[in-house]
């Protein structure tokens, strides 16, 4: 079972057309839950922090938000420029590794 | 202040050579982290160090790869013996802090073997 799930796997929206992005983790003793933009051959890109339910974030056309179970990566009014892989991971205590557990990642396509 | 730093960007190698991938972290960081992305699949955890120690490799392979960040220079993961299954990209991150410190990534080392 995955500890960490991302959906939907793909996402076409056109521009302007507001979406959130969904992840969900089944692990214990969340310490910390990240979020990360990837483009096609390139590192992913640290985006945002979450650390306990109820925290928001916010960076330019980006929101983050996080639960007990989840977190949703709200993005408004999106551009071209936004679309990427976007991939969630956690880091937990009882987990038994000292790195990121990462989700597979959401495709997000923009088009204008 | 130059980012993550990982050399080379692409490597091909073919079955049964040794292939070397170099991380340089961030200047002030001394948290290294190494992870696997194989094609359709998620960044998989291999390697945690701090200079002079691996401090956790559960995620490694056990036999053919290693880890090392000596206490000048980069962190190297080495690859022993690569088997087509090697083949994916290999992603180097810092971190200035243990635990649930952010971590930065370098834009990958692409390992194909032939």
């Known amino acids: 079972e995955d500890q960490v799930t991302q959906s939907p796997e793909a996402l076409r929206l056109q521009e302007g057309e507001s979406s959130s992005l969904n992840c969900s983790y089944t692990?214990?003793?969340?310490?910390?839950l990240f979020w990360y933009r990837q483009d096609p051959g390139k590192g992913p890109e640290f985006l945002f922090t979450?650390?306990?339910a109820g925290e928001e974030k916010e960076k330019e056309r980006l929101k983050a938000t996080l639960t007990k179970k989840e977190s949703f990566l709200h993005i408004t009014a999106p551009k071209p420029e936004d679309s990427a892989t976007y991939l969630c991971a956690v880091f937990y205590s009882g987990g038994g590794a000292d790195g990121l557990t990462f989700g597979k990642g959401t495709h997000l396509i923009i088009q204008p | 202040n130059a980012g993550v730093m990982q050399n080379p960007r692409h490597l091909v190698r073919r079955r049964g050579q040794e292939a070397r991938l170099r991380c340089s972290p961030m200047k002030g960081h001394s948290h290294v982290y190494w992870y696997r992305q194989l094609p359709e699949e998620g960044l998989k955890f291999m390697v945690y160090?701090?200079?002079?120690?691996?401090?956790?490799e559960s995620g490694m392979p056990k036999e053919r790869f290693s880890a090392e960040f000596p206490k000048e220079g980069p962190s190297i993961l080495r690859i022993q013996q690569v088997v087509r299954g090697d083949s994916a990209a290999y992603f180097c991150?810092?971190?200035?802090?243990?635990?649930?410190?952010?971590?930065?990534f370098g834009p990958g080392t692409r390992l194909t073997v032939t």
């Open positions: 692990v214990s003793g969340l310490r910390g």
């Open positions: 979450l650390y306990s």
């Open positions: 160090l701090q200079k002079e120690n691996i401090i956790d």
């Open positions: 991150a810092s971190s200035p802090n243990t635990g649930a410190g952010e971590q930065y």
